[in-house]
């Protein structure tokens, strides 16, 4: 490793060392890992997300799974491995590195730790497969079993074959433990991208099937984004344009290496690349029935094939975020599985014997078994597009062509795992059943922006409130665990009411006592009615008053953390806090006024966030990229060209049919919409949304034109609510 030590030693100030690499420092726990191909991948594909969580802390472990290829040689892949260093170190501020080799499930690998800054970088070496997997040492081929094994391009070589690639990545998962695992595409389910990437992207689902770890995982797409519009704030992308010229001029000698070579080195492709951003995510936790078209997944007893039947007769299952799927019924007397909500709610414990779960053999049969130790059997993995992936390897077979793993599909009326990629994939619907209440039972006529959902002091459910006509003030119709409604009530005061603009309705906690407050503006600004108050309604502030019809700012007010209250306004996005007078805390000058305006937290840290509702799909900014930019980004996910939520898709948001809420306890609000006869939801990978998904299904005859649903709150079930004229149906 000549070459790289003098690199990194002349980024230091250093001397040239020799040739061997001294033994490397052992692997640490870390928050985010990443498991690419190619020295390159994680800069081009998954930015601005690798930057920012860097930011954020916790320790970043950086796995490169190939090297360079025979043709090449040596100094090519550690020019590639210098660039890497050059790059992170320009992150981090520092470039203390140290490098040496580790042992890894009997595998040497290379490893380049800057401690400064908690980022450690691991090389296997593997020969780099060609775009289509044909050079003889491939991946691609391994993976067939068209080779046996191949050997490492490294100064110290290792030899892999089929199943050692998944033993070293299930032990750096095991020895990292992290809390987020980034990859590539696992399947070519959005266009071909590079054999190395897709393999990759299997390898580190299995691996991870082969761990304890539950790590959130999240897969980027590569060379297919460039069909899709571009999404990068050019503030953002001018950051990851220097990182990557800076990893250039260590592999290209386009300047000195660690300094950033000129735009005109770094190629058109990669620069479109650095431009889009598109990821798919795997549900952290889901419950409902497992529905194609009309027939659902069911297992009546231990040992049983899993069958196809009627949804009408099907079982719930709930997924946990271990990546068991367990029957929500008592079967063949294991006993009655405890209560666990979707949400943010608890699971049942790992390893948990209450009732029955579903598993995988090596021929792809779906057996249920009795919940516990399942190891990779019955670990699933369901993504963002509604594949339902196995953690289960398969055997090789050489007509794979990038359908590397199992996923779940149908076969002669029973569910079966089969190979899934390109060309065949199975989408599957996670869904729970809503349960219908007549308005005339829980006396609620308003709909739309006007109806909030919220829990309230002493209540075992959340409540749906509107104001209501008349001298009737806030009514909120209680909520029971099945989903109904019983008849609302008064909440606020009757002689001090909350008589707001309807639509301006915000329920959460304004005042920090961890209680439910209720707001809304009126002619003179802003009024609320605190639980510490009785629900007596008070001025709480002169700022954004309500005259006329409802307006944008009416619709967009929300209750954020930290006692404001923000909207969008005619000097952009603004909030206020208790007292004010006026606006003096602006945002961004950024939204359409006249455009639907949602606030959120969309990346799980605790900031102001906001979404718009634009022709060309979602568009959002981010609390934390304020000091970079206050512009709003597209952020709806694409598939060859057509954004979800843009005028071509026909389903643009709107403040009655959208909301934002948190349907898998990872702490980043989704958004939530109706799509004809079930509520989706695009789930937020932090920097981005994820396909839509359906969560619950409502009933036959219902035409919901509105949706809301409750602030999602740590160790609170999902609830959310459709409407139509005559029904508000919520989910069990």
Known sequence: ????????????????????????????????????????????????????????????????????NDTKGLDYVENRYAGLMAAY????????????????????????????????????????????????????????????????????????????????????????????????????????????????????????????AHPELISYRGYNTESEPPNADPALFARAQDIVARYHSCVNHCAPCGQPCPIQHISPPELGWLQRR????????????????????????????????????????????????????????????????????????????????LTVNVTGEIIARACGALGAAGRFFLDDDGHLWSGVMPPPLTSMDHAELYCVGQAAGRPRAGLCGAGFAPRWELARQTTATPRTTATITRTGRAVRIARFPDDAGPRVCAVETGARGLMCAPGDPDGSLSRANRMDSSDAPLAIEPESLVLGDIDGDGLTDACGSDPGGLVCATAAAG???????????????????????????????????????????????????????????????????????DLVDWCSATPAGPACSLGAHRELTTAGVPWGFATAGLIEGSASDGATPDPATAVFTDIDGDGRDDLCTLQGPVIACARSTGRGFAPRSAVARLPADMAATALWAEPAAPGQPLRLCAADAQTIACIE
């Open 278 to 357: 598109y990821a798919v995510g795997m549900r952290r936790r889901g419950e409902g029935q497992l529905r194609q078209g009309n027939g659902c997944i069911a297992a009546p007893r231990a040992g049983d094939s899993a069958t196809i039947v009627d949804c009408a007769a099907a079982p719930s299952w709930q997924l946990d975020d271990a990546g068991a799927l367990r029957s929500s019924e008592a079967r063949a007397g294991l006993g009655t599985l405890p209560a666990w909500p979707a949400g943010r709610g608890a699971t049942p414990p790992v390893g948990s014997t209450d009732g029955l779960c």
């Open 89 to 212: 170190g320009a992150i981090a501020g520092t470039h203390d590195w140290t490098c040496g080799w580790i042992d890894i499930a009997d595998h040497a690998a290379e490893h380049c730790r800057l401690d400064d800054a908690g980022i450690s970088l691991v090389f296997l070496g593997y020969p780099d497969g060609g775009l289509m997997g044909e050079r003889p040492t491939s991946l691609r081929n391994l993976w067939q079993g068209q080779i046996a094994s191949a050997t490492t391009i490294s100064r110290r070589t290792a030899t892999y074959e089929r199943a050692d690639l998944v033993a070293v990545l299930a032990e750096i998962v095991t020895t990292t433990a992290p809390a987020a695992l980034r990859t590539l595409e696992i399947a070519a389910t959005h266009g071909h991208d590079h054999s190395d990437h897709m393999l990759v992207g299997a390898l580190a689902l299995l691996a991870t099937a082969a761990t304890p």
């Open 1 to 68: 490793m000549r070459l790289q030590v003098c690199v990194v030693a002349a980024l230091v100030g250093g001397a040239c060392g020799d040739n061997t690499l001294p033994v490397g420092e052992p692997l640490s726990p870390a928050v985010h890992l990443t498991i690419v191909a190619h020295p390159d991948d994680d800069l081009l594909f998954m930015q601005p997300d690798l930057q920012d969580a860097l930011d954020r802390g916790g320790g970043m472990t950086s796995v490169y799974v190939t090297a360079g």
């Open 535 to 605: 629900y007596r309604a008070e001025r709480w502030a002169a700022a954004l008053p309500s005259t006329g019809a409802a307006s944008p700012t009416d619709r967009s007010l929300a209750i954020v953390r930290g006692g404001e209250l923000c909207a969008l306004a005619d000097a952009g996005v603004v909030c206020v806090g208790r007292g004010a007078t006026a606006v003096a805390d602006v945002r961004s000058t950024w939204p359409d006024r006249s455009a639907p305006l949602w606030f959120a937290d969309l990346d799980g840290d």
